[in-house]
C-alpha cells in the first residue's frame, strides 16, 4: 500500500487577481448585451479571437462556459436535456451540457457573478474546425436560436508537417472573414487594430508558456490542477492587455516560488504529466488523491493549448494560420508522441496519466496504442484513466482511486 500523506496544497495569491479578471471579463460582457452598446462574437477556444478583437467585438467562448458547468457538477443533469432534442450522448459533453443549459435557462455565471441571468446574447458565431467538428455543429444550434450569422474555418485534421497549402487555404479562410463581419460590426477594418490585437495575443501566449514552464523546477511551484483555472485570461482575453497583466503577475509570484524552492504541494515524490481534458468536476478530487500520495500533476498537453508561438503582427493573417494549424489537437499521432516525449523530458517526469475523455476523442491520445508505444520508448510508465469532461456518468471515483494508488505504488516500487 502507498503510504497517504497528510494533504497541503498551496493555493496562489495571484489567482485571486486572476478571478478578479475573470470577474469583470463576464459583467462586460454581460452589460453588453444588455445594452446592445457594443458587439459581441462567440467564438470557440481555439478559434480567430485576435481578428475579432482587432474589429473591435467583446468575445464570448461557450467553452469555457461549458467547463463551467462541469467544475460546478451542473452539466451531468443537463446533458439529457440536449439529448431528449437528437444531440447523442456520445458526442462532445461541452456542447450538450452548453446546449441543454440554454434550454433548461441556467447558467454557473448567476451564482459565480451575482446580476448576471443569462449567457450574452451573440451578435455573430465564428468557429474553426482545428479543434474538432463538434464544435461547427454546436454554433449552428445558437446561429438557428439567436438568428445571427454563423461564419466558420473548415480547418485540416491529423496534420503531418504544416505545409504552404495548410496555410494558404487558412489564410484565405481567414481573410474572408473580415467582409462579413465587418458588415456585422458596421464599421471597416482596421489593420492596425489587428496587429495590435495579434501582437497582444503573441504576448499573452509567452506569458502563459513561461507560466505553464515554471513546473520544470523541482519541486514544481504549479500543478496541472491549478492550470486548468489559471488558463482562463489566457482562454478568454488573449488579444488584451487586462489578460497580460495577469500572467506578469502570476509569473512573478511563480518565480518566487521557485527561487525559494516552494513547491504547490509538500514532498513531491513523483512528477507526473497529464495527457487529455480534466474532469471538470472532479478536479478538487483529483487534485487531492494525487498530492495525497506525493504525486504532483505537472504538466499537461491540454493547459499547452493556448500556446501560439507562431503569431507575428508583422504578418497577421499567415501567422494566424500557422499558429492556429501547428497546434497540438490538430497534429498527426506521429507529431504527438514526439511531442510529448520532449515534454516528459523537458519536465523529468516519471508517470504519465492519459485520460480516455468518452466524449471527446480528439482529446483523447490513448486510443490507438501512443501511450504503449511511448511507454515502451521511454520506459516511463503510464496509466490509463476512464473519464469524460463534463459527463460524471462516465466515470467511476472508487476505479479511478484504485487505479491511481496502483500506478502510484508501481512508481514507488520502480524508484
Ligand atoms: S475538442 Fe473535444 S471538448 Fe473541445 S469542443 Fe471539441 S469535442 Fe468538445
Known amino acids: 500500500m502507498v503510504e497517504e500523506k497528510e494533504i497541503v496544497i498551496r493555493r496562489l495569491n495571484t489567482a485571486r487577481d486572476l478571478g478578479k479578471f475573470m470577474s469583470e471579463y463576464y459583467y462586460e460582457l454581460d452589460a453588453a448585451s444588455k445594452s446592445g452598446d457594443k458587439k459581441i462574437a462567440w467564438c470557440t477556444s481555439v478559434g480567430p479571437a485576435e481578428i ?11 467553452e469555457t462556459h ?10 451531468t443533469e443537463l446533458i439529457p436535456v440536449a ?7 456520445e458526442i462532445c459533453s461541452y456542447l450538450t451540457a452548453d446546449v441543454g443549459a440554454f434550454l433548461r435557462n441556467v447558467t454557473p455565471l448567476s451564482k459565480a457573478f451575482p446580476g448576471i441571468e443569462k449567457v450574452p446574447r451573440p451578435d455573430v458565431l465564428v468557429y474553426n474546425t482545428n479543434q474538432c467538428r463538434d464544435v461547427q ?7 438557428h436560436r439567436f438568428n445571427v450569422p454563423l461564419l466558420g474555418i473548415n480547418s485540416y485534421r491529423g496534420v503531418g508537417d504544416v505545409t504552404g497549402s495548410h496555410l494558404a487555404s487558412i489564410k484565405m479562410q481567414l481573410e474572408n472573414l473580415i467582409e462579413p463581419l465587418e458588415k456585422i460590426m458596421g464599421k471597416k477594418f482596421d489593420m492596425d487594430l489587428f496587429r495590435e490585437a495579434v501582437k497582444l495575443s503573441r504576448e499573452c501566449s509567452d506569458l502563459w508558456e513561461q507560466t505553464l514552464a515554471t513546473a520544470s523546477a523541482k519541486p514544481s511551484p504549479l500543478s496541472f490542477f491549478d492550470g486548468t483555472t489559471l488558463m482562463g485570461p489566457a482562454v478568454v482575453g488573449r488579444g488584451t492587455e487586462a489578460a497580460n497583466n495577469c500572467y506578469r503577475m502570476l509569473n512573478s509570484e511563480l518565480r518566487e516560488r521557485v527561487d525559494k524552492g516552494i513547491g504547490v504541494i509538500d514532498n513531491e515524490k513523483h512528477r507526473i504529466y497529464w495527457d487529455g481534458m480534466p474532469v471538470w468536476g472532479r478536479l478538487g478530487q483529483h487534485s487531492k488523491l494525487f498530492a495525497g500520495l506525493g504525486a504532483n500533476v505537472i504538466a499537461s498537453t491540454y493547459c499547452s493549448s493556448w500556446i501560439f508561438s507562431a503569431l507575428d503582427p508583422k504578418d497577421p493573417f499567415e501567422s494566424m494560420a500557422r499558429a492556429y494549424t501547428e497546434l497540438f489537437i490538430v497534429r498527426d499521432d506521429n507529431y504527438k508522441e514526439n511531442y510529448i516525449r520532449n515534454k516528459l523530458d523537458f519536465f523529468d517526469v516519471d508517470g504519465v496519466v492519459y485520460h480516455n475523455s468518452r466524449t471527446c476523442p480528439n482529446n483523447t491520445n490513448c486510443l490507438y496504442g501512443m501511450h504503449q508505444r511511448l511507454e515502451k520508448e521511454t520506459g516511463i510508465p503510464s496509466l490509463v484513466i476512464d473519464g469524460d469532461l463534463n459527463d460524471l456518468r462516465c466515470l467511476s471515483d472508487e476505479q479511478t482511486r484504485t487505479n491511481v494508488e496502483a500506478f502510484i505504488e508501481q512508481l514507488e516500487e520502480n524508484a
Open 137 to 143: 455543429d454546436w454554433f449552428a444550434f445558437y446561429a
Open 52 to 62: 475579432l478583437r482587432g474589429l473591435g467585438f467583446l468575445v464570448y467562448f461557450p
Open 83 to 89: 439529448n431528449a432534442i437528437g444531440y447523442s450522448p
Open 66 to 75: 461549458s467547463a463551467m458547468l462541469g467544475t460546478t457538477r451542473m452539466a
